[in-house]
Protein backbone atom coordinates (compact mmCIF):
# COMPACT_ATOMS: atom_id res chain seq x y z
CA UNK A 1 0.00 0.00 0.00
CA UNK A 2 1.69 3.41 -1.12
CA UNK A 3 0.61 6.90 -1.75
CA UNK A 4 1.93 7.67 -5.19
CA UNK A 5 3.02 11.42 -6.15
CA UNK A 6 3.01 12.78 -9.57
CA UNK A 7 2.94 16.06 -11.24
CA UNK A 8 6.99 17.11 -10.50
CA UNK A 9 8.51 18.61 -13.77
CA UNK A 10 11.34 20.56 -15.18
CA UNK A 11 10.53 24.02 -14.79
CA UNK A 12 12.09 28.44 -14.24
CA UNK A 13 12.52 30.15 -11.28
CA UNK A 14 9.19 31.90 -10.22
CA UNK A 15 6.96 28.83 -11.97
CA UNK A 16 4.15 26.86 -10.19
CA UNK A 17 3.50 23.46 -10.09
CA UNK A 18 0.60 21.27 -8.88
CA UNK A 19 1.65 18.17 -7.49
CA UNK A 20 -1.03 15.01 -6.94
CA UNK A 21 -1.15 12.21 -4.09
CA UNK A 22 -3.36 9.48 -4.82
CA UNK A 23 -3.63 6.20 -2.88
CA UNK A 24 -3.12 2.33 -4.03
CA UNK A 25 -4.57 -0.44 -2.20
CA UNK A 26 -6.72 0.83 0.10
CA UNK A 27 -8.33 4.14 0.90
CA UNK A 28 -6.63 7.24 3.41
CA UNK A 29 -9.64 9.51 3.59
CA UNK A 30 -9.51 9.80 7.42
CA UNK A 31 -6.04 9.32 7.73
CA UNK A 32 -3.87 13.27 8.49
CA UNK A 33 -1.17 13.43 5.22
CA UNK A 34 1.74 15.41 4.81
CA UNK A 35 4.76 16.11 1.45
CA UNK A 36 8.12 16.05 2.62
CA UNK A 37 10.81 16.70 -0.09
CA UNK A 38 14.34 15.49 -0.30
CA UNK A 39 16.91 17.74 -1.65
CA UNK A 40 20.26 15.71 -3.80
CA UNK A 41 22.51 15.29 -0.62
CA UNK A 42 20.07 16.35 2.13
CA UNK A 43 17.92 14.65 4.80
CA UNK A 44 14.11 14.33 4.27
CA UNK A 45 12.04 17.19 5.65
CA UNK A 46 8.66 18.52 6.32
CA UNK A 47 6.80 20.75 3.73
CA UNK A 48 2.94 20.45 4.62
CA UNK A 49 0.36 18.89 6.15
CA UNK A 50 -2.93 18.31 6.32
CA UNK A 51 -5.53 16.63 8.96
CA UNK A 52 -7.96 13.98 7.79
CA UNK A 53 -11.03 16.87 7.55
CA UNK A 54 -8.66 18.95 5.68
CA UNK A 55 -9.63 22.01 8.26
CA UNK A 56 -6.08 22.27 9.62
CA UNK A 57 -3.12 22.58 7.96
CA UNK A 58 0.65 22.89 8.72
CA UNK A 59 3.68 24.35 6.86
CA UNK A 60 7.08 24.67 7.30
CA UNK A 61 8.49 27.68 7.38
CA UNK A 62 10.31 27.84 4.36
CA UNK A 63 7.88 27.43 2.13
CA UNK A 64 4.67 29.49 4.48
CA UNK A 65 2.97 31.80 1.75
CA UNK A 66 3.98 29.52 -1.61
CA UNK A 67 2.66 26.52 -1.23
CA UNK A 68 -0.61 25.45 -0.06
CA UNK A 69 -2.32 21.94 0.55
CA UNK A 70 -5.28 20.79 0.35
CA UNK A 71 -7.40 17.22 -0.54
CA UNK A 72 -10.26 15.94 -1.72
CA UNK A 73 -11.68 12.95 0.50
CA UNK A 74 -14.17 11.85 -1.86
CA UNK A 75 -11.38 11.08 -4.65
CA UNK A 76 -8.60 10.41 -1.75
CA UNK A 77 -6.25 12.63 -3.08
CA UNK A 78 -4.13 15.66 -1.39
CA UNK A 79 -2.50 18.28 -3.60
CA UNK A 80 -0.05 20.20 -3.04
CA UNK A 81 0.29 23.78 -5.16
CA UNK A 82 3.58 25.45 -5.06
CA UNK A 83 4.22 29.01 -6.80
CA UNK A 84 7.03 30.95 -7.02
CA UNK A 85 9.44 28.52 -7.44
CA UNK A 86 12.87 28.75 -6.34
CA UNK A 87 15.88 27.07 -7.07
CA UNK A 88 15.95 25.71 -3.34
CA UNK A 89 12.46 23.45 -4.23
CA UNK A 90 14.86 21.14 -6.14
CA UNK A 91 13.60 17.66 -4.52
CA UNK A 92 12.34 14.74 -4.64
CA UNK A 93 8.85 15.59 -3.48
CA UNK A 94 7.10 12.92 -1.69
CA UNK A 95 3.13 12.27 0.35
CA UNK A 96 2.29 9.91 3.37
CA UNK A 97 -0.14 9.42 5.31
CA UNK A 98 -0.52 9.33 9.73
CA UNK A 99 -0.02 6.08 11.40
CA UNK A 100 -3.56 6.35 12.78
CA UNK A 101 -6.17 7.57 11.32
CA UNK A 102 -8.58 10.04 12.56
CA UNK A 103 -5.29 11.75 14.50
CA UNK A 104 -6.46 15.19 16.23
CA UNK A 105 -2.46 15.66 16.30
CA UNK A 106 -0.92 17.73 12.83
CA UNK A 107 2.82 16.11 13.12
CA UNK A 108 5.63 17.60 11.06
CA UNK A 109 8.01 14.70 12.40
CA UNK A 110 9.19 12.22 9.72
CA UNK A 111 8.49 9.09 11.69
CA UNK A 112 4.72 10.02 12.40
CA UNK A 113 3.77 8.59 8.57
CA UNK A 114 4.44 6.01 6.53
CA UNK A 115 2.91 4.46 2.98
CA UNK A 116 5.62 6.81 1.28
CA UNK A 117 5.68 6.30 -2.15
CA UNK A 118 8.27 6.89 -5.30
CA UNK A 119 7.73 10.36 -4.76
CA UNK A 120 7.76 13.45 -7.92
CA UNK A 121 10.84 15.19 -8.92
CA UNK A 122 10.71 18.88 -8.98
CA UNK A 123 13.93 20.61 -10.32
CA UNK A 124 13.94 24.57 -10.94
CA UNK A 125 16.29 26.23 -13.11
CA UNK A 126 17.44 29.53 -12.09
Known amino acids: VQLQASGGGVVQAGASLRLSCAAS????????KAWFRQAPGKEREFAAA????????NYADSVKGRFTISRDNAKDTVTLQINALKPEDTAVYYC????????????????????WGQGTQVTVSS
Open 96 to 115: ASALRPDSTWLSSALDAYRN
Open 25 to 32: GRTFSNYN
Open 50 to 57: INWSGVRK
